[in-house]
């Protein structure tokens, strides 16, 4: 993806002239002019495939489809129960997994990772400075993406011996600094798995998936393979994702690991859009009670800007806030997910109207942090919606 402003500018260029065609018509789901409006968007994002559910006053209302969830073979269109993986949106999923884990006093985000995992784990340039669970959620726990965690990606590591390298701590004090962290997120996992003897996949459906009544997963094997969107770089042109190679050599998550599995958390999850925003109106205050008031205010309470400031952008505890009037007249939450081509987005309102909005790959120009796909669908969907 194009990180810094240089090559954001110069990717926002080439977009439009050396990008995938979209090869699709119009978008449909909604009324014509609704359609009309996603299809503009979707498309001016050279959007591959796409379900875009809208939700309005804390309900599930338009859902829309256009293009394809796979270009192999034969295409295969997007429908509505085509399942996405969501990339880091997973994060804002282990949030109110931890949240309601909260709310049934089971944990607290005050504690110390080292009390989870039974063993000592502190920043090495900060010696005696606690991490705790809401800086792992919030992004200020100085643990960063070392060199090591990337070759973990191939070569798998404990997750004992990643946080006993000075590479995967930043020189800043914990709970300081802004930094996303794939592994600090992804370890939330593993510290889950520690505490309750579980797998993380089995706790997310016993504490929070099943009581929603949400189909999702972080376990692909679980899914029928027609069912699942592959995802395309649009520039340079090229595969991403292939739900049929992943599933070759996913095993099942049946058991803990709490070494392990540090990759499910921070973005392995899969779901259809309409799931996702069932998730979003959660975070909306759709359950009350399920989640409590002021964990819900954590997650939504902004504690650190986005370092990038073309468009006004914090985090929260497992959700960004986007406040910037040349977006919209109003303050938004959500999260982003970007990975293998797919750019995927689920924001909302103070009033519970919104969308999650998941692709099979689209251009990756950014605002900011913000990702143009879905700074097109704010204005499409969003914009005079009180």
């Not at 340039?125 to 990606?153: C, E, K, Q, R, W």
């Amino acid at each position: 993806m194009p990180v810094g402003k240089l090559k954001n500018t110069l990717y926002g260029l080439a977009l439009p002239v050396a990008g995938r065609r979209c090869g699709w018509q119009q978008a449909q789901g909604g009324s014509d002019a609704a359609n009309r409006a996603v299809t503009k968007a979707l498309k001016q994002n050279h959007v591959v495939g796409a379900c875009v559910q809208r939700f309005e006053k804390g309900r599930l209302t338009d859902c829309f489809t256009a293009g394809y969830a796979s270009l192999a073979g034969e295409k295969r269109p997007v429908a509505a129960d085509t399942v996405f993986r969501t990339a880091s949106i997973a994060k804002m999923a282990t949030a109110l997994l931890v949240f309601r884990l909260q709310s049934i006093d089971k944990l607290d985000v005050r504690e110390d990772v080292s009390d989870f995992l039974g063993e000592k784990i502190e920043n090495p340039h900060d010696p005696g400075a606690p991490i705790t669970l809401g800086m792992l959620l919030n992004h200020t726990s100085s643990i960063v993406d070392s060199p090591a965690y990337y070759h973990s990606f191939t070569e798998p590591a404990d997750l004992t011996v990643l946080l006993h390298d000075p590479s995967s701590f930043s020189p800043e004090p914990p709970g300081m600094t802004f930094r996303y962290s794939n592994l600090a997120a992804g370890m939330i996992g593993c510290l889950l798995e520690k505490r309750f003897g579980m797998c993380f996949e089995t706790l997310m459906q016993k504490e929070l998936f099943s009581p929603l009544g949400i189909q999702a997963t972080f376990d692909i094997t679980t899914l029928p393979p027609e069912k699942i969107a592959d995802s395309y770089r649009v520039l340079p042109s090229e595969a991403g994702f292939s739900a049929q190679k992943r599933l070759e050599t996913a095993a099942p998550l049946k058991e803990p690991d709490p070494q392990r599995h540090y990759l499910l958390a921070s973005g392995n999850l899969f779901l259809t859009a309409e799931m996702l925003a069932k998730l979003a109106l959660v975070c909306c205050g759709s359950h009350p009670g399920f989640i409590d008031d002021r964990c819900l205010k954590l997650m939504r309470t902004p504690t650190t800007d986005w370092p990038q400031q073309d468009v006004r952008m914090r985090h929260g505890m497992g959700l960004l806030s986007l406040d910037d009037r040349q977006v919209l007249d109003r303050p938004l939450w959500g999260h982003q997910g970007f990975a293998y081509g797919a750019v995927n987005g689920v924001f909302f309102d103070g009033n519970g109207n919104g969308f999650a909005a998941l692709n099979s790959g689209a251009g990756e120009k950014r605002y900011g942090h913000l990702a143009a796909v879905n700074r097109s669908l704010i204005t499409a969907l969003l914009a005079g919606k009180e």
